[in-house]
């Protein structure tokens, strides 16, 4: 059992930047792909990042590339989401997930966080 807390999110201007923490409880966490999700209201959950276990390799969504940066620090039992101009249309909750396979699809992973809201103002 992997359970996750996400933190970090809030309010910010738009162009500016945020950076979401998601910490895992247990000992395993170095054996699981993470990833980050995000949900506008209104809108399916939608794939961010996401980085393999050892943390070689990374595959962002197009939306993101170049904007946003995944990482971990195994560790510290946690995966994080650099996020850089930020635009109005980030404003989403912002979910974690760790699974034994790196993917974008949300039906891969078997453990989710709580999820964490980021509001960009314009």
Do not use: H
Request: glycine share 12%.
């Amino acid at each position: 059992q992997v359970q996750l807390v996400e933190s970090g999110g809030g309010l910010v201007q738009a162009g500016g930047s945020l950076r979401l923490s998601c910490t895992a409880s247990g000992r395993t966490f170095s054996e699981y792909a993470m990833a980050w999700f995000r949900q506008a209201p209104g809108k399916e959950r939608g794939f961010v990042a996401t980085i393999t276990s050892s943390g070689g390799r990374i595959y962002y969504a197009d939306s993101e590339r170049g904007r946003f940066t995944i990482s971990r620090d195994n560790a510290k039992n946690t995966v994080y989401l650099q996020m850089t101009k930020l635009q109005p249309e980030d404003t989403a909750v912002y979910y974690c997930a760790a699974g034994r396979t790196s993917s974008t699809r949300a039906g891969t992973y078997d453990y989710w966080g709580q999820g964490t809201q980021v509001t960009v103002s314009s």
